[in-house]
């Protein structure tokens, strides 16, 4: 069963920092872009960066030049650096990767979320 493994969200002060880490599981013969969304209450899920298979990364305007998206392909895991957290990054955040678990098929997965809250 090929599953995505959140870890790395908690409770931090603004200005603070956090990693988050992901790591896909099970049988996979290929992955494609990496990246990680968020969704406050009462708010839609959104893109908050993005890595593709050879590195190359995409951030939302939001978080450029506090967050930081990296990935091992060898350990099949993507990373958030997240800098100078501010309250209004307070959300769940979601590991999304683009894999094949089927050699010819790409499909998206999701992992199960985890907290993230900047409060003092």
């Known amino acids: 069963q090929v599953q995505l493994v959140e870890s790395g969200g908690g409770l931090v002060q603004p200005g603070g920092s956090l990693r988050l880490s992901c790591a896909a599981s099970?049988?996979?013969?290929?992955?494609?872009?990496m990246g990680w969304y968020r969704q406050a209450p009462g708010n839609q899920r959104e893109l908050v960066a993005r890595?593709?298979?050879?590195?190359?990364?995409y951030y939302a305007d939001s978080v450029k030049g506090r967050f930081t998206i990296s990935r091992d392909n060898a350990k099949n895991t993507v990373y958030l650096q997240m800098n100078s957290l501010k309250p209004e990054d307070t959300a769940v955040y979601y590991c999304?990767?683009?894999?094949?678990?089927?050699?010819?098929?790409?499909?998206?997965?999701w992992g199960q979320g985890t907290q993230v809250t900047v409060s003092s």
């Open positions: 999304n990767a683009e894999m094949r678990t089927i050699p010819t098929i790409n499909s998206d997965y």
């Open positions: 099970g049988i996979i013969f290929g992955i494609n872009h």
């Open positions: 890595i593709t298979s050879g590195g190359s990364p």
